[in-house]
């Protein structure tokens, strides 16, 4: 299951790269799975088609993260050596390298998905139909975060290769409990269909979840990169 897949690469980061970053992904992930929670509750359809999905963006994903940690070595080894511009330098080329590669990813996924999402459905299930049409529309929402979120696993792998890893921690604590979760209650809910009463609610099922984590993933993604282009972490003596 994605989640099981999001959790290991959390544990991952707890022993490799220390608590903060742990928070972190712990963070991340914790948001991630109330999400998907959160479409499951509003329909079979709804859930099957998110969860499709999540599978799908893990080809953008777990590379991406595998090519955002090289950030945190090489732009640690470059602080070692008491080259801070060298060390910006990486840090912009492996963003750039990290965002583009997802972005591209997300495109092709995007293009090619509504052909390979019947080969996670069961035909003889009589939500079929509706579960391939609805993944092909939020192919396109998850294609359109993966260009930022190759920008936010960058961004955080190399603020954390350069010693600056709380403030990060805590730009995607607050993103998650006080934007995503929110916005996600907000839009995926009908009034009196979520999880608390008396909420708003625009009822827009998982295209209204799958909105809400387009608008997470741009605003921590965003974050995060000016946090790195600000300097701040130059300050920071390792």
């Given amino acids: 299951a994605p989640w099981i897949v999001r959790l290991s690469l959390a544990l991952v980061v707890l022993v490799a790269l220390g608590l903060p970053m742990a928070m972190t992904a712990c963070a991340d992930l ?28 893990s080809l953008a994903y777990m590379p991406g993260i595998g090519l955002a940690l090289a950030g945190t070595t090489l732009v640690g080894q470059a602080i070692g050596a008491g ?23 997300g495109l092709v996924i995007a293009l090619v998905g509504r052909w390979l999402v019947p080969l996670f459905v069961n035909q003889a299930d009589p939500h079929a139909a509706a579960v391939v049409a609805l993944c092909g529309s939020l192919l396109w929402f998850a294609a359109a975060y993966q260009f930022f979120d ?89």
């Fill in 150 to 238: 190759g920008v936010n696993f960058a961004s955080a792998f190399c603020l954390r290769g350069a010693g600056d890893a709380r403030v990060p921690a805590l730009i995607v604590l607050a993103c998650g409990t006080l934007l995503f979760l929110p916005l996600t209650h907000l839009l995926t809910f009908a009034p009196g269909q979520g999880w608390f009463d008396g909420l708003p609610g625009f009822g827009l099922g998982a295209v209204g979840g799958w909105s809400a984590i387009l608008v997470y993933v741009v605003a921590i993604g965003t974050a995060l990169w000016l946090r790195w282009k600000n300097g701040a972490w130059k300050k920071i003596h390792l």
């Fill in 30 to 57: 914790g948001a991630a799975a109330i999400f998907q929670l959160m479409q499951v509750q509003v329909g079979i359809v709804d859930g099957a088609a998110t969860q499709i999905v999540v599978i799908f963006t």
């Fill in 83 to 105: 080259d801070h511009a060298w060390a910006e330098r990486l840090g912009n080329r492996i963003i750039a390298v990290v965002a583009c590669y997802m972005g591209g990813i």
